[in-house]
């Protein structure tokens, strides 16, 4: 019953966590392309002209990705479930978000080195709906590094729950264990 209680406020603090990290990987998004923020994004979530620099760039970070905590944390801490004690709940849930972030970080580098190496072969499709924009390559770089985060939130959940289903493995007592008093694991 302990382990349902923390359901809830580990589900806040996933999308904390993945509000935060849009706001981080922002920051990396424009260096790459700040032309990508000033022609599409700030106008999209509607950020106000003071804010359209670092600051901006980083609120269209935290709204674009906190409610993947919902999506992600739900999922990831479902699986989370399987771990014996509440204490090992907590903290390899703990763990399992930075699992997913790194995944996500990971997936979304990915994007920006592949991308970055084939320049010449950009997505005319997409860029035709931004008119204007100065520097298409950097900014396709960014864009692409965006939307392919989201795919790597969506492995994320596969990495999260692998790294919780191998943490419950390893909590299992060894089955050559003769004495059950004796202690399990490092769980």
């Avoid at 989370?80 to 709940?89: E, M």
Wanted: charged share 10%.
């Amino acid at each position: 019953m302990a382990k349902l209680a923390l359901f809830p406020p580990l589900l806040v603090l996933a999308c904390i966590v993945a509000g935060l990290y849009g706001m981080l990987h922002n920051q990396i998004s424009y260096t790459v392309s700040p032309e990508y923020f000033h022609a599409f994004k700030f106008h999209q979530f509607r950020i106000p002209e003071h804010l359209h620099n670092r600051w901006g760039a980083a609120l269209v970070g935290w709204h674009a990705s906190w409610w993947m905590g919902l999506i992600v944390g739900v999922r990831v801490l479902l699986v989370g479930l399987i771990l014996p004690g509440s204490r090992t709940y907590f903290t390899r849930a703990l763990v399992a978000m930075v699992v997913v972030s790194a995944t996500t970080l990971l997936v979304g580098l990915g994007a920006l080195v592949s991308v970055s190496l084939r320049d010449a072969d950009l997505d005319v499709w997409w860029l035709e709906h931004h008119h204007g924009v100065a520097d298409r390559a950097a900014f396709y770089r960014a864009g692409t590094m965006h939307n392919f985060s989201y795919l790597g939130g969506g492995l994320g959940i596969l990495t999260g729950s692998l790294y919780l289903v191998l943490a419950r493995v390893r909590c299992a007592p060894p089955s050559s264990q003769k004495n059950p008093a004796s202690p399990q694991s490092a769980c």
